[in-house]
Structures are given as structure tokens and as C-alpha cells.
């Protein structure tokens, strides 16, 4: 049936199921004080591809990077690419490039202010293709992101983490986008 | 500009208060995963002291 749907048509599984676009998949909130948060189960064969939102997002500190990983932290070294554009509050904006490098940054820390967020739509993560990503990220400062794995890989976890100090409070938000 | 020094970055967050968040729970890190973060961060580029100050609520 086509959308929009009207007063009195009878709708369908697959009617609702082509009407929805983005669609929750988890919500996981931080609890203690973690230097990094493994969203699991965040990826599978449901979706193609991702919306991760991290909001409300406090830390420890305040202008330091917060990297990216695919899966769980602490296992790769190698194989990112990309580049990051940095905003700070005042200054020089620069822009960093990655080749074949650890694990990106995507955010910085925001202390105190119970607002930092983070925003990236993460593609294919779950096929055995490569696996990409572009991204915003805003609080006392902004970060502008774009990259990829450069292997062929599977995942169904994201592991945000904190190069110094550690999360306090937030929540990220795993999306599906809907493609029919 | 200043750096993050491996005694800077342990000031910062003790061993014995590093975590991990895997799902719902919460993980000690092990030694050797305490030593690779801080490691990671050696040499870093410290936050620049032009950041303003801490919002109020």
C-alpha cells in the first residue's frame, strides 16, 4: 500500500515494514565511570547500515580525543583511513589525516556540561565488505569525520573510547536505517 | 604545546579505577590493556588552555 496511509486502509506487515526509516535497535547507557564503551549487538543482518548517536555525553576531561573502533576496543593498530577536521572553540580549525593508523578520533571529551554528542552513520559494518563511516561530533568543541576499514571484516559491536580519562554519564542510541 | 606524559595520563585515571564498558557491563582493565591505552595517548597534544570555562547548570 502506498504511504501515506489513509483513514480506513488495512496495513500490512510489509507496509509498516517499508514505512519505518529509521528504526531503534539499542539504547545503551553508561554506568560508572568507563574509560570506553562497547555498544554489542549493535550490528547484524537486519540493517545495512547504521546511525550511532551518543547524547548527553559528560567525561572526566575536556579537549581530548575520542577514538573509534569497530568491534571491541583494544585490538587494532592499523588498517583505519580517513581524516578528521578539529574545531576548537577559538584557533586554528585543522585537519588530521589517518593511513593505515590506529583506531580514529571522532570526538572530543566534554566535562561538565552534560552535552557533548556524538553523530556517525557507520555503513556495512555487519557484511564481510569494508566498512565506512562519516560523522559529526559537538560540544565545547566540534570534530568533522570521514573514513574506513580497509579490510573485509564482519562486526557487530563499536567501541567508543576515551584517549585520556573517562566517560562519566550519556547514552548512545544504535539506529537501522530502513532500506526496504 | 604541552604533552600528555605516561605520569600525567596515570594521574589522570589510576590503574586501579580503569574500566570498560562491554554491553551492560562493567570490566576492569587488565594491566596489559591499562598499558596500551596510556601508551596510545604518550605524546599527545594536551587540550590548549583557550577552551572556556565550565558551564554552570
Known sequence: MPFPFTNGDVLTAADLNASSGLVLVKSQTITGTPTSVTITDAFSSTFTNYRVMGVNLDYSTTGDEVDMELGTGGVHASLYYGVISRYPFSGTINDVQYTNAAPMAISYTNGSINAGIVCVDIYAPYLSSFTSWAGTAGGIRGMRVNGFFNTSTSFTAVTFECTVGTFVSGKFLVYGYNDG | ?57
Request: glycine share 6%; hydrophobic share 35%; proline share 11%.
Open chain 2, 1 to 57: 604545546m604541552a604533552e600528555w606524559t605516561r605520569e600525567g595520563l596515570e594521574a589522570v585515571t589510576p590503574f586501579d579505577s580503569a574500566t570498560r564498558q562491554i554491553g551492560d557491563e562493567i570490566v576492569p582493565m587488565t594491566r596489559e590493556e591499562y598499558d596500551a591505552w596510556i601508551a596510545r595517548a604518550v605524546g599527545q597534544e594536551k587540550p590548549a588552555d583557550d577552551d572556556p570555562p565550565e558551564a554552570t547548570p
